[in-house]
């Protein structure tokens, strides 16, 4: 069965450096979105992307953060300068479409900035 | 602002046993309800997904049903098993936003001992 895969499933970064995240989306699916989960907390929605553009971002996505889909099959998250508050699991989905489509998530990627 | 609720925070049940998740949330203008299931460390895995013009949806021993206009969803596990042991959380997508965002519960996490 398809999935959602992302990498690494690991970072650890020094505050203030640049971190590129990857995931790649099931292969039919047109949307994509980055959430994220601080450890004990809720998971929150960062952004969601379809025909090469955002299409929403949340009060968390600043401009610290970028999303990019490279080529045909990845979805990309790049945190400019990373800050403590950084530190959580991100999880990249994707959807067949948008509106009343399941998402399907990815196993994560934990990112702890030191 | 949608708002996410759910209850209990943990649950701990003896292997057999039925047991009924709750979810509720504020804004009861959504397109869909999603639940999902996260093991310790992983992603999430997309369990059950009700549209807005649903009542209920079933999954072999799961059934999530939903009142949109009470804005509430319950999560029912038959005959449970300790492989159902997990954190089980439910997301709504609502209407307020153009974009495809979830906003998540805190989540239940159920233990199911043999």
């Known amino acids: 069965e398809p999935e959602v895969t992302q990498t690494p499933s690991h970072q650890v970064t020094q505050m203030g450096q640049e971190v590129i995240l990857r995931c790649v989306p099931i292969?039919?699916?047109?949307?994509f979105y980055w959430y994220r989960q601080i450890l004990g907390q809720k998971v929150e929605f960062l952004v969601s992307f379809y025909n090469n553009e955002i299409s929403e971002k949340s009060e968390i996505f600043d401009d610290q953060f970028s999303v990019e889909r490279p080529d045909g099959s990845n979805f990309t998250l790049k945190i400019r300068s990373t800050k403590l508050e950084d530190s959580a699991m991100y999880f990249c989905?994707?959807?067949?479409?948008?509106?009343?489509?399941?998402?399907?998530f990815g196993p994560g990627t934990r990112l702890l900035v030191l | 602002k949608q708002e996410v609720t759910q209850i209990p925070a943990a649950l701990s049940v003896p292997e057999g046993e039925n047991l009924v998740l709750n979810c509720s949330f504020t804004d009861s203008a959504i397109y869909n309800l999603q639940w999902f299931r996260q093991d310790p460390g992983k992603g999430l895995t997309s369990l059950l997904l009700?549209?807005?013009?649903?009542r209920e949806q079933t999954s072999g021993r799961l059934n999530a049903s939903l009142d949109k206009s009470s804005g509430r969803s319950t999560l029912y596990i038959a005959a449970s098993q300790p492989g159902d042991s997990a954190t089980y959380l439910c997301a709504v997508k609502g209407r307020e936003t153009s974009g495809s965002r979830l906003t998540f519960g805190e989540g239940t996490q159920l233990t199911v001992n043999p």
């Open positions: 009700i549209q807005s013009s649903q």
């Open positions: 292969s039919n699916h047109l949307y």
């Open positions: 989905a994707s959807s067949r479409l948008g509106l009343g489509e399941t998402q399907y």
